[in-house]
């Protein structure tokens, strides 16, 4: 499974392009729509820049790093499922998908409220709230629980 044209645009929408390298709420150098290494795994330095396709390029490129995490580790997802799984997995990161009590609420198929409760707890960067990842949160709950 892939990720849609409609998952791609909920990480764009929620990640914003930046085509100079800036440095996110959690301090890491970034770049694109959320980029934060290189191809071949080097840091993004403060001040680099990329055009538009270079940005769309990167996220294609990062996004195949989570679908193949995702194939490995979630099974029998619809694709809004999917979509929202790897938005969400792009954004706190692989590991921390794979360690969390939402992936274990999904696999157990649990109520719809109680993993609703479980997007909307990663709305922090460090201990700071932000209110973009609360919005961001309630749109892959949205997308996850949509038809």
């Not at 198929?109 to 909307?120: H, K, L, N, T």
Request: one cysteine or more; glycine letters at 6%.
């Amino acid at each position: 499974m892939k990720i849609s044209d409609r998952g791609i645009d909920l990480i764009k929408k929620h990640e914003g392009l930046r085509l100079t390298a800036y440095l996110c709420p959690a301090g890491i150098p970034t770049i694109g729509y959320g980029h934060t290494k290189t191809v071949d795994i080097t840091d993004v330095a403060r001040g680099t820049t990329i055009t538009e396709q270079q940005a769309v390029d990167l996220l294609r490129q990062d996004l195949k790093l989570v679908e193949i995490f995702m194939q490995r580790y979630v099974d029998l997802l619809s694709q809004n499922e999917f979509d929202s799984c790897c938005s969400f997995s792009f954004n706190v990161g692989c590991r921390a998908f794979s360690k969390s009590t939402l992936l274990k609420r999904i696999k157990t198929g649990a109520p719809e409220s109680a993993i609703r409760y479980e997007f909307s707890r990663w709305n922090k960067s460090g201990t700071q709230v932000l209110q973009g990842l609360i919005k961001r949160r309630q749109d892959e709950a949205d997308l996850f629980f949509s038809k």
